[in-house]
């Protein structure tokens, strides 16, 4: 029997050395861009800070329901690209164009 465990164990052994995990990357699974929009209000740049993190509250959002929760995280996004500009004195509105990762 003592013999009968070893070659089990060295058979476990041989398989685990077989199994490989693929990369976090290569998991990466995204969809088609999509378009937010958020606006905000403040001086010295705490306007366009409140309309970014609108903005991105949009995005993720609308990433869950288009996708599904998993999309929904705005740090999985690729491709991101921001456009903010001042429409007012004390008003700022940023868009944020990405692709929803999971």
Same mark, same amino acid.
Request: hydrophobic share 45%; net charge positive.
């Given at each position: 029997?003592?013999? &009968? ?10 398989? !685990? !050395?077989?199994?490989?995990? !693929?990369?976090? /990357?290569?998991?990466?699974?995204? *969809? ?9 209000? &403040?001086?010295? &740049? /705490?306007? =366009? /800070?409140?309309?970014?993190?609108? !903005?991105?509250?949009?995005? /993720? #959002?609308?990433? #869950? #329901? ?5 999309? &929904? =995280? ?18 700022? *509105?940023?868009?944020?164009?990405? #692709?929803?990762?999971?």
């Amino acid at each position: 029997m003592v013999n &009968g465990l070893k070659l089990s164990a060295l058979l476990g052994l041989t398989a !685990a !050395a077989f199994v490989t995990v !693929a990369p976090a /990357e290569a998991r990466v699974v995204c *969809k088609a861009r999509i378009d937010a929009i958020g606006t905000g209000q &403040g001086l010295f &740049g /705490e306007g =366009t /800070e409140n309309a970014r993190a609108a !903005a991105i509250a949009n995005f /993720e #959002s609308k990433a #869950s #329901s288009r996708f599904g929760y998993r999309y &929904g =995280t705005f740090a999985n996004a690729r491709g991101v690209h921001w456009d903010c500009k001042k429409n007012a004195i004390l008003q700022a *509105k940023c868009v944020v164009t990405g #692709s929803p990762c999971r």
